[in-house]
């Protein structure tokens, strides 16, 4: 998964909010908790002098007040003797000793229930309305605590952290488009920063057109005494059975080609946005390709609809892709077997394939890269480059056939109206 910033902190920003409902729940968790253990405690300890007061018959009736209740059943539950006006809810299934509240009247009650050992059921209660008032007023002020905090934490998201990331965003598109200066979204603190990340990157861009031009230079003058060598090299041949001359040839030959192809791949890539898309017949250039390969060699076989194809293309672009791939395939095609041109219509895309049967086969993982494949792999590089300029796509694809394999480059290109 690729790292976002903004999904970071989107994800800390929920993080932090679960942790403070977390916070707040166990708070009012264990204040309830605290605060029933505190009142059963305090109303046991008084049932219990309420229970020896009122069975030796010193006058419990004298002595307590209107915060306190009580009710004595007989062992079948029926009331023995109650304060007034107050009566206990009651039920002979309740485990003993039992410990609830309820609601009565206006207030509330906390009941301590519990069996003595004659049978007689004992209950105590002390009003419990002002600490049920008091756990109602904190629930609510800690909803208002977590709404609050919360609120903030989304708001300093959406008005800081978002627009920082705004700003990084707007930084980023003006380096790139050298308007660092006029660009509102991006904060006064980070232009100073950013304004030498730019010059360091129209440093490096500097240095890397400095470096190309050399190398370009070099190539240049290695192509000419190139040439040279191999024209002399072929008269030489002529008087010659050496079959050794012969290998080196070749050799030179491919390495001439390498070289011609690497200028041509580094004017391509100054020119990128210089393509000019037109509407063309595509089976006029098919033609010119094939009767320019079909005069090197008779293996070459074309296949294609009877109707008119119009594609919207480069024409000086699609014949150099055309032309790279014939290429590419004579030199890896077997020796006896032919090499078939064939256009279909996909999906308003017009398809052009060549194919060939090679011995060995293709290794997709350096498909596309420069100086990776068998022969150091810039064909299919600047193919694959010039397709992307006219918005169209290269694929390679192989099967097995027998004890060889049947490769088939296709290049797929947008279809125009029809004449």
């Not at 920082?164 to 920063?193: C, G, N, V």
């Not at 040839?249 to 037109?278: C, G, H, P, Y």
């Not at 008119?308 to 077997?334: F, G, P, Q």
Request: aromatic share 10%; hydrophobic share 40%.
């Amino acid at each position: 998964m690729k790292r976002s910033l903004k999904l970071q902190l989107v994800l800390l920003l929920s993080f932090l909010v679960i942790l403070l409902t977390a916070y707040h729940i166990l708070l009012y968790v264990s204040v309830e908790k605290v605060l029933f253990s505190s009142v059963d405690r305090h109303m046991a300890e008084d049932a219990k002098a309420f229970e020896l007061f009122y069975f030796s018959g010193k006058g419990w009736e004298d002595t307590h007040t209107n915060y306190e209740a009580y009710t004595i059943r007989t062992p079948d539950g029926l009331v023995l003797d109650s304060t007034e006006n107050v009566s206990l809810p009651f039920d002979v299934s309740w485990t003993m000793p039992d410990i609830r509240t309820v609601n009565y009247g206006d207030g509330f009650y906390r009941i301590l229930t519990y069996r003595r050992k004659d049978g007689f059921y004992v209950q105590y209660a002390v009003n419990f309305t002002s600490e049920v008032e008091f756990l109602k007023h904190l629930k609510l002020y800690m909803f208002i605590s977590w709404g609050s905090i919360s609120f903030l934490m989304v708001l300093t998201y959406l008005l800081v952290l978002r627009s920082i990331i705004t700003s990084i965003r707007a930084i980023s598109e003006a380096i790139t488009k050298e308007r660092l200066e006029t660009s509102e979204d991006i904060y006064q603190e980070l232009k100073p920063l950013f304004e030498k990340i730019r010059n360091t990157l129209h440093s490096l861009k500097a240095l890397s057109e400095r470096q190309k031009n050399v190398i370009l230079g070099l190539s240049h003058s290695v192509k000419t005494p190139l040439s040279t060598a191999l024209l002399v090299l072929e008269d030489i041949i002529r008087r010659s059975n050496d079959d050794n001359l012969k290998i080196v040839r070749d050799e030179l030959w491919r390495l001439e080609k390498n070289v011609s192809t690497f200028l041509r791949m580094s004017k391509i890539e100054d020119q990128q946005n210089l393509a000019n898309v037109e509407r063309h017949e595509l089976l006029s250039l098919i033609e010119r390709v094939y009767k320019l390969y079909d005069t090197k060699t008779s293996r070459i076989r074309f296949e294609s609809p009877e109707k008119c194809v119009y594609v919207l293309c480069d024409k000086d672009i699609l014949l150099e892709i055309l032309n790279i791939l014939m290429d590419n395939a004579l030199t890896h095609s077997l020796v006896d077997s032919f090499i078939t041109i064939r256009i279909t219509e996909e999906n308003l895309h017009a398809v052009v394939c060549v194919e060939n049967f090679a011995e060995k086969s293709i290794d997709k993982g350096k498909l596309f890269k420069p100086f990776e494949g068998r022969y150091t792999g810039i064909g299919l590089y600047m193919a694959n480059k010039l397709a992307l300029i006219m918005d169209c796509k290269l694929s390679v694809h192989q099967e097995k056939v027998g004890d060889h394999f049947l490769i088939r480059v296709c290049v797929r290109i947008p279809l125009g109206q029809t004449a």
